[in-house]
């Protein structure tokens, strides 16, 4: 496997992908930096999302099944 020479922020990949970047931000939680999803530290505390190549992929995978079945959204609220 290649080593990753670039991560896409966040709100590249909301574009990227059409989707609203809170929405995405809540459904990526899970993801580990394993599955491409990563934070960048970028000013003192603050550090956005960030997503590898493979991220990218796995997040449009997990964006299909949260689609097929938006009661998972409202299930993973209510854990909350």
Known sequence: MAATSH?????HVAQMLGEDEDWLQDISIE???EDGRI???????E??????ER???NLAHIIKI???NPELMARSSKAD
Do not use: C, L, S
């Open 47 to 52: 550090a956005i999302t960030a997503f590898t």
């Open 39 to 45: 934070a960048v530290w970028v000013n003192g505390d």
């Open 66 to 68: 949260y689609k097929a």
């Open 7 to 11: 991560v896409f922020a966040i709100a």
């Open 55 to 57: 991220g990218v992929e």
């Open 31 to 33: 993801m580990d930096p």
